[in-house]
């Protein structure tokens, strides 16, 4: 199951293809996507330095979202996702 990475300490490496090396450091996130779509990681993600990462559950990020908000608020999690897969749909 694809997840949400947030970096709590330390350095990572990502690679996908044959795209250049980019860095991710302390207070960056990785795989946002994974929360407002159907997602697959791709690429490579390796540590370059010891490390701490928080994961996000996905389907209970979801499900949590779903149950917190009414679907009429500003606030509502799904008003953001339609904005980052419009974002997304634009690459």
Known sequence: QPQMLFVRRGRLSYQQDNMAVREVGVREWLCEAALWTNWRHRGTLAASSECSLVAIDTALFQ?????????????????????????????
Do not use: G
């Open 63 to 91: 499900r949590i979202s779903a149950m917190s908000f009414n679907h009429d608020e500003e606030t509502h999690p799904a008003k953001y996702a339609m904005w980052f897969v419009e974002q997304l749909c634009e690459f």
